[in-house]
C-alpha cells in the first residue's frame, strides 16, 4: 500500500513514513509509530523507523491487526536509543492489542471522551492510559516513556504530534483523517525547539517543556486562530530542526520572520 499521499512534506519529520501510505488504517498505524519514536536526532530517528517499517512490511496495518502477528522475527536486534527491542517488542504488541479489541486508534480515543474530563488532557490520559495497562510489568521506564501521563505532567509531545497529524485537514502536512475529533481541541507538540521559540515569543515563561507550557503556548496561538491553534507548529520547529536559528547563532536575526516578535533579538 505505499503511495504517496498529498504532497511531500519535508523530509526531517517523521511525517514522511505515513505519507508512504494510501489506506486510511496503515496511515493511522503508521503515524502512530512514527511519532512514538519521533525523540533523538533526525539521522538516529530516520534510520530506526526505516528498519521498523521494513520488518513491517507493505501494510503496517496488516502486520499488527492481522491473524497472527508478522512482525516478531523480523525485530532481532532492533531498538532505538534507550528503548530495547524488547521495549519495541512490547510496544508493538500493545499496539496490536489495541487494534484487536477496539478496530481502530480513532475509536480507542473516541471512548476516551466519554470519560470523567472533558479537556484533551484527560481524553489523551485515558487513550494512553490502555497502552499502559496491555504492556504488563516488565521494563517499567520504557512504557511510561513510551505511553506518558498527561495528568502527571508530562506535555506529551510525541502524541499531540499524532493527534495533529490525524485530526488536522489534509494540508501536504498532516491528514484529517479524524474528522470527529476538531483541530480546536488540539495541544500544541512541545519540544526543545517549540519550548525555546514560545518564550523568545512571549507565549510562556516556563523553563520546563511539561503540559503546562504547552497548554500556555496552545492558549497563545488560539488567541490567533481559535479554530486552529496548531496550524502555526510545524513551520515553527522547522526554524530549530533545520539549525536555522540556535542559541549559538547570531547575527542573522535580520533574516528572519519572526524577528519583529522575538525576544532575542532584543538581546
Known sequence: MLAAHGSAPHSSDPVMFPHRYSSREDIESSAFIAASFAFGNVPQIKAFLERLFAALGPSPHAALAGPRPVFPGRLSGLGHRFISP????????????????????????????????????????????????????????????????????????????????????????????????????????VDTHMARIGRWLGMTRRRTADWKMAEEITAAFRDVCPEDPVRFDFALTRIGILKECTVKQRGECDLCALARVCSRNRE
Open 86 to 189: 524488547e521495549g519495541v517488542r512490547l510496544f508493538l504488541g500493545c499496539l496490536r492489542a489495541m487494534y484487536l479489541e477496539h478496530g481502530s486508534l480513532e475509536s480507542l480515543y473516541l471512548r476516551g471522551t466519554k470519560g470523567p474530563g472533558a479537556g484533551t488532557r484527560e481524553r489523551l490520559a485515558r487513550f494512553l492510559g490502555e497502552f499502559r495497562g496491555a504492556w504488563g510489568p516488565s521494563l517499567p521506564r520504557q512504557r511510561s516513556f513510551l505511553f506518558p501521563d498527561p495528568l502527571k505532567g508530562s506535555a506529551c509531545k510525541r502524541h499531540n504530534l499524532f493527534l495533529r497529524w490525524m485530526a488536522r485537514g489534509d494540508d501536504g502536512v498532516d491528514f484529517g483523517i479524524w474528522p470527529a475529533f476538531p483541530a480546536r481541541d488540539l495541544i500544541v507538540p
